[in-house]
C-alpha cells in the first residue's frame, strides 16, 4: 500500500455512460498525476495537478475527459459517452515535488462493454 | 519511435542469476524513474535518477546522460522479482513522464 488510493478498483459500463473515478493522494502531496495504461503497454500522462491547478494536459485528453482537484486535496476524473477504446487501466499518482518519487495508486480497472 | 525503449522486452532467468534491464531515451531529460509492475496493476517506485548510481538492497541503477542510457540491475534474483519493470523519463521543463513499454522478468526457482 502507497499511500495513494483508487475508487472504485473496477468499472463496468455501457457505450455512451458516463463515469467518473476518483483518487485520494498522499495527504501531503501537492502534485497529482492521471495516467491510462492498456494492455501490454506502459502507461501514458493523461494529465496533471499542483495544488487545485491543472497545468498540464495532453492532446489524449479529449473533450470527453474531464479532471478536476478542487480543493488541493482528493481529485476526479470523469468520462462522458464512453467508447470501447477508452476500457484501460486509469492510475493515479501524487509526489511531494517536481524532482520526487512518484507514488502510485492500485488503479482503477474500467471496461466498456 | 518511441522516446523510450526498453531492452529486452521479456527475460526467463533462474534463480540467483544477476539481471540487466536497459532502457534508452532519445529526449532531453530531468530524471529517469525505474518502476515494478505485479500483475493486478500495482506500480511500485524503485528509483529516481537524474545523474550516476543507486543502490538499494540487491536493486542497482544506472544512468548514463551522455549516452542517453540507464540501467537496472538485480543481484541474486528471486522468484518474487518476478514482475513487469518499467523505465520512464521526466522530459526536461515538463512534469510529463513518458514510459517505456516494460520489461517481462520471470524468475525460475
Known amino acids: 500500500d502507497t499511500g495513494v488510493s483508487q475508487d472504485p478498483r473496477h468499472k463496468i459500463t455501457k457505450r455512451g455512460q458516463n463515469v467518473t473515478f476518483r483518487c485520494d493522494p498522499i495527504?501531503?502531496?501537492?502534485?497529482l498525476y492521471w495516467y491510462r495504461q492498456t494492455l501490454g503497454q506502459g502507461p501514458e500522462f493523461l494529465t496533471y495537478?499542483?495544488?487545485?491547478?491543472?497545468?498540464?494536459k495532453s492532446r489524449l485528453l479529449s473533450d470527453r475527459f474531464s479532471a478536476e482537484r478542487p480543493k488541493g486535496s482528493f481529485s476526479t476524473l470523469e468520462i462522458q459517452r464512453t467508447e470501447q477504446g477508452d476500457s484501460a487501466m486509469y492510475l493515479c499518482?501524487?509526489?511531494?515535488?517536481?524532482?520526487?518519487?512518484?507514488?502510485f495508486g492500485p488503479g482503477t480497472r474500467l471496461t466498456v462493454t | 519511435k518511441n522516446e523510450v525503449e526498453q531492452s529486452p522486452q521479456n527475460l526467463t532467468a533462474q534463480e540467483g542469476e544477476f539481471i540487466t534491464i536497459n532502457c534508452s531515451y532519445s529526449?532531453?531529460?530531468?530524471?529517469l524513474h525505474w518502476l515494478q509492475q505485479h500483475p493486478g496493476g500495482g506500480i511500485v517506485s524503485l528509483f529516481m535518477?537524474?545523474?550516476g548510481k543507486k543502490k538499494h538492497g540487491r536493486l542497482i541503477a544506472t544512468i548514463n546522460i551522455q549516452e542517453k542510457h540507464s540501467s537496472l540491475h538485480i543481484t541474486a534474483s528471486h522468484p518474487r522479482d518476478s514482475a513487469v519493470y518499467i523505465c520512464?523519463?521526466?522530459?526536461?521543463?515538463?512534469?510529463?513522464?513518458?514510459f517505456g513499454k516494460g520489461m517481462k522478468l520471470t524468475v525460475n526457482p
Open positions: 499518482a501524487s509526489s511531494l515535488g517536481t524532482l520526487t518519487e512518484q507514488y
Open positions: 495527504s501531503e502531496h501537492n502534485r
Open positions: 495537478f499542483q495544488n487545485e491547478a491543472q497545468l498540464e
Open positions: 529526449v532531453g531529460i530531468s530524471a
Open positions: 535518477l537524474s545523474s
Open positions: 520512464a523519463v521526466k522530459k526536461g521543463g515538463s512534469e510529463k513522464l513518458v
